[in-house]
């Protein structure tokens, strides 16, 4: 009988298992599945990903956020079953969906076989599962990139991404529609997430709900280097959004225009350029997603 399962492995990632110890690992926890590794050439992953998808009826990204954003795209589209095997660095969407981060725990979770329905953010037809940003953000990763095919090691690229981008900080001035309503702001950065991020004290970064049906925005008007290190300092501390220079929105409908024709957008992590304006959506219940069983969030 084939396998309705296609593990889609991206060796690449941050702590990402050889090919052979994840099929041991899959057939300890009962679960058949094909396992698929990543093209090296990027440019065709998509339609690869895709032709995939025609193929199962669940796939599961084994990867970080960059890559389980590619397949989740392919199976909403296709309207199969996503599973997360998360073994990227950050694993955001993992983490806010409640999919642990130990491989072995994973599996089990992806054995169990217990789906929900989960959001997807839109822009410009292109699904994302985190956030969408422009400005200082896609020009960190590009950085980040150039310093790790110089062969840096990750953190050490990372930093100097950081470091490069701060020091070169710039302003972009967008017009911005928010659910019908006109704004103008000049940031370093905007961002769009799918649901709303927690913005202040420990859980920065983290989202209670994928399943809220909504957009966050989030910008930083006319704030410049050192105002940028003060909104950090506001965040830990939990006063950030008393701030003047910080600004978010929850919409259902988001768009952004600049003079520029073709904007640089980094979706889930990964630079794309797209034509201008950006308009952004959202997706309720669009992903049909395995998660563990007691997850409500």
């Known amino acids: 009988m084939p396998a309705e399962i296609a593990i889609v492995l991206n060796s690449r990632s941050g702590s990402a298992p050889r090919q052979a110890e994840l099929a041991r690992i899959l057939e300890v926890a009962g679960v058949v599945a094909d396992i698929h590794s990543v093209p090296v050439e990027r440019e065709r992953a998509g339609q690869w990903i895709g032709g995939l998808a025609n193929q199962?009826?669940?796939?599961?990204?084994?990867?970080?956020?960059?890559?389980?954003?590619?397949?989740?795209?392919?199976?909403?589209?296709?309207?199969?079953?996503?599973?997360?095997?998360?073994?990227?660095?950050?694993?955001?969407?993992?983490?806010?969906?409640?999919?642990?981060?130990?491989?072995?725990?994973?599996?089990?979770?992806?054995?169990?076989?217990?789906?929900?329905?989960?959001?997807?953010?839109?822009?410009?037809?292109?699904?994302?599962?985190?956030?969408?940003?422009?400005?200082?953000?896609?020009?960190?990763?590009?950085?980040?990139?150039?310093?790790g095919q110089r062969g840096l090691p990750r953190p050490v690229a990372h930093l100097l991404a950081v470091v490069d981008t701060w020091l070169e900080l710039s302003w972009i001035t967008v017009r911005l529609s928010v659910d019908g309503?006109?704004?103008?702001?000049?940031?370093?950065?905007?961002?769009?997430?799918?649901?709303?991020?927690?913005?202040?004290?420990m859980q920065f970064g983290k989202?209670?709900?994928?399943?809220?049906?909504?957009?966050?925005?989030?910008?930083?008007?006319?704030?410049?280097?050192?105002?940028?290190?003060?909104?950090?300092?506001?965040?830990?501390?939990?006063?950030?959004?008393?701030?003047?220079?910080?600004?978010?929105?929850?919409?259902?409908?988001?768009?952004?225009?600049?003079?520029?024709r073709e904007i640089a957008v980094a979706l889930d992590g990964e630079i794309h350029v797209l034509d201008a304006p950006l308009r952004f959506s959202v997706k309720p219940g669009a992903l049909n997603v395995i998660v563990p069983a007691e997850r409500e969030g």
């Open 207 to 260: 989202r209670a709900t994928l399943t809220a049906g909504r957009l966050s925005l989030y910008v930083a008007p006319d704030s410049g280097r050192l105002d940028g290190v003060a909104l950090i300092a506001r965040a830990l501390v939990g006063r950030l959004k008393q701030s003047d220079k910080f600004e978010a929105w929850l919409a259902s409908s988001i768009a952004i225009d600049m003079t520029k």
């Open 56 to 147: 199962y009826e669940t796939l599961v990204a084994a990867g970080g956020d960059g890559t389980v954003s590619s397949v989740a795209a392919a199976a909403a589209k296709a309207g199969k079953t996503l599973g997360v095997i998360p073994v990227g660095t950050l694993n955001h969407f993992a983490r806010d969906a409640g999919i642990p981060v130990v491989l072995e725990q994973a599996i089990v979770v992806l054995a169990a076989g217990h789906t929900r329905s989960l959001d997807a953010g839109v822009v410009n037809d292109r699904i994302f599962i985190n956030n969408a940003s422009i400005g200082a953000y896609p020009r960190m990763v590009w950085e980040r990139k150039q310093a």
């Open 181 to 201: 309503r006109e704004l103008v702001r000049r940031s370093p950065f905007v961002v769009v997430g799918n649901n709303e991020y927690e913005v202040e004290g």
